[in-house]
């Protein structure tokens, strides 16, 4: 803004075109540093989600093995008891599944792999379960057989592979949500490091200048105006072409020491004329006496 502009604001409107500066800037600084803060608990919160997906996989994994350690337990004893804790395996097994699949469903790529995983697991299950079945109808002989010659081991490794295929995806994923969260972190304290300096900054600029263009001069005007009370008139006052205030108190001032001055000067020929006069009248007096 051109100086010859300031010069036409009044004090109050340059006050408060300083605090809607300063107040502009603050919600700028404000705003930038909330999307910062947001994006970095948006990332936090990604890393979060692939840390339970990893999670969910290794203990679905988990439950598996259980599974088919209590199916071999079964196996080997007979004994009903040892079914309940691959029953307990089976129910958490579903329970892993389930979590998996919510967790990845807005993935389409990891949705394709669980329901490809789902209908692995669930014929892995189904061969335990005809395992069981015959051990406890046909006896230990014929439920051995059947361990030997069913295909629970190629399920197995299909399991693997499906288990690794998605861990390896998520490990990806999650590379990719800690640089971005390194990153917005970075993003976050560059804004507080540079805004703040900024800010201030910024607001001791502008008390300078409003003390510069307000203090100075009145402390300026204070004095002469100490002087002509001192009975000076010796004093100079310049004409501002500021239209504000202090323009116009500036200029006020000035015509009063101009007026005052001529008020003086008035007052000093009077005096000088009187006095004149009083010396001519009796000099006049002396002569008529003589």
């Keep these: 803004m051109p100086s010859s502009m300031l010069n036409r604001l009044r004090i109050g409107t340059k006050i408060a075109a300083s605090f809607v500066f300063g107040l502009g800037l603050f919600t700028a600084i404000a705003t930038v540093s909330y999307r910062g803060i947001n994006q970095l608990i948006e990332n936090a919160q990604m890393e979060a989600h692939t840390y339970q997906v990893l999670g969910e996989l290794d203990n679905l994994n988990a439950q598996l093995r259980r599974a088919q350690s ?157 002087q002509v009370g001192s009975g000076d008139l010796s004093a100079n006052m310049p004409v501002m072409e500021r239209q504000d205030e202090i323009g116009t108190l500036n200029n006020a001032f000035r015509d009063m020491i101009v007026s005052l001055r001529a008020i003086t000067r008035s007052n000093d020929e009077q005096t000088w004329l009187k006095s004149s006069l009083t010396d001519l009248t009796q000099m006049l007096q002396g002569q008529t006496q003589f």
Aim: no cysteine; charged share 25%; hydrophobic share 40%.
């Design 70 to 226: 209590e199916q071999r337990a079964y196996l080997i004893t007979g004994e009903q008891e040892v079914l309940q804790p691959y029953q307990d395996a089976v129910v958490n097994l579903d329970s892993s599944l389930q979590k998996v699949q919510q967790l990845t469903a807005d993935n389409p790529d990891q949705r394709q792999r669980i329901e490809a995983l789902i209908s692995l697991v669930d014929a892995r299950t189904e061969v335990i379960n005809n395992r069981i079945n015959i051990r406890r109808e046909q006896g230990f002989a014929a439920a051995q057989q059947a361990f030997r010659t069913d295909d629970g081991r190629e399920l197995n490794e299909q399991i693997d592979q499906i288990i690794a295929e998605l861990k390896q995806r998520e490990e990806s994923l999650l590379e990719e949500r800690s640089k971005a969260a390194r990153l917005a972190v970075a993003r976050v304290a560059n804004i507080i490091a540079y805004s703040v300096p900024l800010y201030i900054l910024s607001f001791s600029t502008i008390g300078f200048l409003l003390s510069r263009g307000i203090s100075r001069p009145l402390r300026k005007i204070a004095g002469i105006a100490e």
